[in-house]
């Protein structure tokens, strides 16, 4: 089992619509939640970064983090095609840690 | 502009030959590393180093080799004894540690031949 499960996708969702991408983990251990975008021959950007469990909230994105199920997820609101690309969670359990990444999710937004 | 170069974007090799990835950053970042990204596997862990003249091994080091002897620079070599070199080799640098933030450079697409 991998220590970071993502669905791979692609998901296609129109102009304007909310966006779930979700992950999971399975080390306790984490504390540091972290969701990438990439766009296609591109390095990833960091979107949003969470320390342990609860919401937080930058502009379109929510990132939300549920430590008691192991469940990291990213909301976008309000979906553009500029939104298109791989969004990739990641997880550490902090410090100088490693980053264990999940597989990518693959998002397309067609107007 | 701050920012983590990466060179040359795209680069192929022939079989048996050793290959040196370029990875320059003007952030004055102590940490910087390595990945490797293969099609629905995410990104794996090649090399790491958390200061100059020292670095640790990732999760998929046979194969490369590295050295850091200048805190901007942390040149990645890809050896002949890799035997499966064709990805998107990604670089990346952190002030903290990579749990905390990392800048990712624009990456390297290494092709066997």
């Known amino acids: 089992q991998k220590e970071v499960e993502q669905d791979p996708g692609p998901l296609s969702v129109p102009e304007g619509a909310i966006v779930s991408l979700n992950c999971t983990y399975s080390n306790s251990a984490f504390q540091y939640f972290m969701w990438y975008r990439q766009y296609s021959r591109k390095g990833p950007e960091l979107l949003m970064y969470?320390?342990?469990?609860g919401n937080k909230e930058d502009g379109r994105f929510t990132a939300q983090v549920d430590k008691s199920s192991k469940y990291i997820s990213l909301f976008i609101r309000d979906s553009q095609p500029s939104d298109s690309a791989t969004y990739l969670c990641a997880s550490a359990s902090g410090g100088y840690n490693k980053l264990i990444f999940g597989a990518g999710t693959r998002l397309a937004v067609h107007p | 502009d701050g920012g983590i170069t990466q060179s040359p974007k795209y680069l192929f090799r022939k079989e048996g030959q050793n290959v040196t990835l370029s990875c320059e950053q003007n952030l004055n970042h102590d940490a910087m590393y390595w990945y490797r990204q293969d099609p629905g596997q995410g990104l794996r862990l090649i090399y790491y180093s958390q200061i100059v003249n020292d670095f640790q091994k990732g999760d998929i080091a046979e194969g490369y080799s590295v050295s850091r002897e200048k805190k901007e620079s942390f040149p990645l070599t890809v050896t002949s004894a890799q035997k499966n070199p064709t990805a998107f080799y990604l670089c990346?640098?952190?002030?903290?540690?990579?749990?905390?933030?990392?800048?990712f450079g624009q990456g390297t697409r290494l092709t066997v031949v």
């Open positions: 990346a640098s952190s002030t903290r540690g990579l749990a905390t933030e990392a800048f």
């Open positions: 969470t320390y342990s469990s």
